[in-house]
């Protein structure tokens, strides 16, 4: 039989190992908690940093879309310039380069005018082959 005292030591040493899981689970429940925290921290800057990413390559997408667009307008000016180059016209009917600057301080004047037909052909081949190296760069930057 067991003693009185015997049951109490039984009875004591029973509440202290329930103290003692119950320590090692609020222990456990407080590392999960920390580690959840630093998920949703670590989710929280991993989904900021792909938002950033998305918002550039819409970026790109947007400028490539521009690039396309002035090349399909300049496409269409080259073509017509070609056809009054045919005609042996000087200087062209629907088109002329302006470089604008600041003489006065106050307002953009032309400083400079070209009228040609050669020299504006010239002049809107390079800027086509300028859009489409820009156009292959961004493409580029896209795929990868």
Sequence with gaps: MTTKIEKDVKIASAA???????AETTTA????????????????QELAARLQELN???KLADNREKFL????????????????????????????IILQGMKNGYRNEDLFSVSNVG???KFVEFMRNEISEKVKAIETELVA
Aim: overall charge neutral; glycine content about 4%; proline content about 0%.
């Design 119 to 121: 020299l504006i052909l």
């Design 69 to 96: 667009n002035t090349d399909k307008d300049l496409l269409n000016l080259y073509r017509e310039l070609q056809n009054e180059e045919k005609t042996g016209a000087f200087d062209a009917q629907g088109a002329k």
């Design 29 to 44: 429940k407080n590392e999960t908690h920390t580690s959840e925290k630093k998920s949703i921290a670590d989710l929280k």
């Design 16 to 22: 202290q190992e329930v103290q003692r899981q119950n």
């Design 56 to 58: 550039h390559m819409k």
